[in-house]
């Protein structure tokens, strides 16, 4: 398909359904819109997931952020971006209800396909699972009276799915803690290749350590103990951190030269 | 250009002493037939470092780890493939003698039949990393390679010629290189003439015979055999049969190199070649834990330390080493080498059995199935592991797989809402009396069973207007407020706490990271 065609019309929709856009869960999942279709203002990234093996497309920093955060918490399993209502009807109906005009396409008469930023699958523990849906805006955009509009429809929609629906803005998501986790998060990504056995290892290690000394003097002496290379090391307290093993305070900006007395949340 | 300037050997000759030896000047004009300890004494590379080298800053000492590229020591099977190859050079040669009136006529008229031809051809076959191609090198580097014949010879003799057989198998490739190699050796532009890709294969092959006449190659080495495999159709036979040609009519001794899945071609196809060639076949299997040579191999390897402490060799060590190597020389040097990058990384500075262990857990990664393959000691397994293994990161991370999870995507109990609730929904946000309410609805829907939502919707609004309640629109109450604190200052300030407040906003971290972070 031509990179740069994004005009919409129903035949494209038809199309879009019939490649089972919006269908499936975990690695079969695809969203609606992919980084390829749509003339971003934002930064779009394509995203490798550490939890489900697929890549996620982001449409701005700003939801980067959020999948990044939605991704590292313990209890969502499954996170479904650009999630798109195929129902048009319901979305058409409910705009006429709360009075509002139905999104259409630019230059176009065709309805759009209302698309919600993030569908999360949480699962508690006693293992009930629950569906959020999450929209994504920068706070400043809420003073517009249309994207209020507009948010409104989704949230009617699933709350009429018994959905729990919410916005989330850049104040609720700390900036220092997403990049953090987009630092950490490579580690989850090549862990497979060191074994399980070897990190067990290095996390006792690690968990005994003063905690006076520095925590990079730590990794060059583990390294020595258990003659593995210092990259390594590294590599496994990325992960170990990542995977909530360690308790490294995130809200900083991460920093190893600092001892394990400072770094450390109780 | 002048001989000496072209860095070419003028010949000198020797006295032999066998006497089929005798007279001929390209056998007179090879070194001597050497002692195996003088052999050994010339072929061996094995003393690394000294002790200033081990004084080096670290830096340096990590340069000087390359030096074990170049260790090598002489194993018993290499003296033997050095007496071999000794006998087998000769043997060639002595048909071609050119002070013999009939070898000589042959060069230029095509009905002297030279059937006194008696050459000899063996093959080596061996494990990858025993060192063939190493040891085969180490081996010619012994003779030079061309050497100039004077009158009445008025020669140039290249004593040996080694080929790596193209890594598509093709015959075609082969052939250019031999030309080019040629060419580099001696200056000449065959590779020009007869080397471009207008002229046929059979045409090449006809032109080869006659340059190793012409130049009196002592013996043709091919290297990589088994890349003949990977070619289908016809082309192996095709290019066994070129050597066999080789070997029988023009007297050129051959020797084929490659490793254990070569043996399937060379079985096949040379068996004509080699009526009981005398020579025998070598073959280079992994050495045994108890083999005195390569405890011989461990010691030597095992003084070329570049760390500042020296560590001595420990029976344990020794057994460890079998079991990371399975008796592979190359993969005994490249464990010994990083282990030793390692232990300078790491500023320890010594080797022990943990090392070893967890450098060969790591960095050897690839080669384990390998080597497990020799310690399951079954020959097929090991078939498949011919070449080295490539390095693709790609395969580690596809082996991601996550885990299937058996869930319920979306809660299906909670997707067919009543009607009933769907109304109830929205008239959530007017804070209406919730009792009175749920009567309105439930007899409006009672009444409209056909009608849509939004009729129905419609009716309940009236019905409710009716009964006196304070009522505003559905969409006011967020949508009014927003409008209402969008005029004021401060505006995105005020409406975000607004939302907050309202439930329109809601904090990830009380939704899904529970209290810890």
């Not at chain 2, 001989?3 to 070194?31: C, H, M, R, S």
């Not at chain 2, 990371?324 to 990058?341: A, M, P, R, S």
């Not at chain 2, 009933?420 to 749920?438: A, C, G, R, S, V």
């Amino acid at each position: 398909m031509p990179r740069y065609n994004y005009k919409w019309n129903e035949e494209k929709i038809r199309r879009y359904i019939k490649e089972g856009r919006g269908k499936g869960e975990f690695e079969q999942y695809q969203p609606w819109l992919t980084v390829r279709d749509v003339p971003s203002t934002g930064r779009v990234a394509r995203i490798p997931g550490t939890k489900i093996n697929r890549i996620y497309h982001t449409l701005s920093d700003l939801e980067r952020n959020a999948f990044l955060l939605f991704e590292w918490s313990d209890k969502i399993i499954d996170i479904r971006e650009q999630y798109p209502i195929l129902n048009r009807d319901k979305t058409a109906e409910i705009a006429d209800i709360l009075g509002f005009k139905h999104p259409v396409y630019p230059n176009t008469k065709t309805k759009t396909v209302v698309t919600l930023d993030f569908l999360l699958t949480a699962r508690d523990k006693s293992g009930k699972i629950t569906t959020y849906a999450r929209s994504i805006k920068p706070s400043s955009e809420l003073t517009d009276e249309r994207t209020i509009q507009k948010l409104l429809i989704e949230r009617q929609y699933f709350m009429q799915e018994g959905i729990n629906w919410a916005v989330i803005t850049e104040k609720e998501i700390p900036k220092v803690l997403a990049n953090n986790l987009y630092d950490l998060r490579d580690s989850s990504l090549y862990i497979s290749e060191i074994d399980q056995q070897l990190i067990h290892e290095i996390n006792e290690l690690f968990l005994n350590q003063n905690p006076e000394s520095k925590i990079i003097d730590s990794v060059v002496e583990i390294g020595r103990e258990l003659y593995v290379s210092h990259e390594k090391v590294l590599k496994v307290l990325h992960y170990l951190v990542y995977n909530k093993k360690i308790r490294i305070n995130l809200n900083e900006k991460l920093n190893f030269h600092q001892s394990w007395k400072k770094g450390l949340v109780d | 250009m002048k001989i000496e300037e072209q860095n070419l050997t003028v010949a000198t000759y020797f006295k032999q002493d066998i006497k089929e030896y005798e007279g001929n000047p390209f056998i007179e004009a090879l070194p001597e037939i050497k002692s195996q300890s003088s052999v050994y004494d010339t072929l061996n590379k094995t003393i690394l470092f000294t002790d200033l080298d081990r004084s080096l800053p670290l830096e340096h000492r990590y340069h000087l780890i390359l030096r074990f590229s170049t260790f090598f020591q002489p194993i018993s099977a290499t003296l033997d493939l050095e007496r071999k190859l000794s006998m087998l050079l000769r043997s060639g040669y002595i048909s071609r003698n050119p002070y013999n009136k009939i070898a000589n006529l042959s060069l230029y008229d095509r009905n002297i039949n030279t059937s006194t031809v008696f050459t000899k051809s063996f093959s080596l076959m061996g494990f990858p990393g025993m060192g063939k191609s190493r040891n085969i090198e180490s081996v010619l580097s012994m003779y030079s390679q061309v050497l100039v014949h004077r009158s009445p010879v008025n020669r140039l003799q290249i004593v040996w010629l080694k080929l790596n057989c193209p890594h598509d198998g093709s015959l075609k490739t082969l052939c250019i290189s031999f030309f080019k190699e040629i060419d580099n050796l001696i200056g000449t532009d065959y590779s020009y003439k007869f080397g471009n890709n207008r002229v046929s294969v059979s045409a090449m092959v006809t032109h080869m015979a006659h340059l190793s006449k012409i130049h009196v190659i002592g013996v043709l080495v091919i290297d990589e055999i088994q890349h003949l495999l990977s070619k289908r159709g016809g082309s192996t036979e095709q290019m066994m049969n070129f050597f066999v040609t080789l070997t029988n009519s023009i007297g050129i001794p051959t020797l084929l190199i490659g490793t254990m899945s070569a043996k399937s071609i060379l079985q096949k196809d040379l068996r004509q070649a080699r009526r009981s060639s005398g020579l025998g076949d070598l073959v280079w299997e992994n050495f045994n834990s108890d083999d005195e040579e390569w405890d011989a191999i461990v010691e030597t390897l095992w003084q070329n330390q570049i760390t500042r402490e020296y560590t001595p060799l420990t029976p344990q060590i020794k057994k460890l080493l079998y079991e990371e190597t399975q008796g592979i020389i190359d993969i005994l040097i490249k464990l010994f080498w990083l282990t030793q990058c390692r232990s300078m990384e790491l500023g320890i500075e010594k080797l022990n059995v943990k090392l070893i262990k967890a450098v060969s857990h790591e960095d050897l990664k690839l080669v384990k199935p390998f080597i497990g393959a020799l310690k399951s000691n079954n020959e097929k397994e090991i078939i498949k592991y011919n070449d080295i293994l490539p390095l693709d990161i790609k395969e580690y991370i596809s082996n991601r797989k996550g885990k299937p999870l058996k869930i319920i995507s979306e809660a299906k109990g909670q997707k067919n809402i009543s009607k009933f609730q769907e109304i109830m929904n929205y008239l959530q946000p007017l804070n209406l009396d919730l009792y009175k309410t749920e009567i309105i609805v439930k007899s409006c829907l009672y009444e409209n069973k056909n009608a849509t939502l939004a009729e129905v919707l419609k009716i309940v609004v009236s019905e409710l207007m009716e009964n006196k309640q304070p009522i505003k629109t559905i969409k006011t109450v967020i949508y009014t407020e927003i409008l209402k604190l969008a005029k004021e200052e401060d505006a995105p300030e005020k409406i975000h706490k607004y939302l907050i407040d309202a439930k329109f906003i809601s904090n990830p971290f009380d939704d899904f990271m529970g209290d810890k972070l």
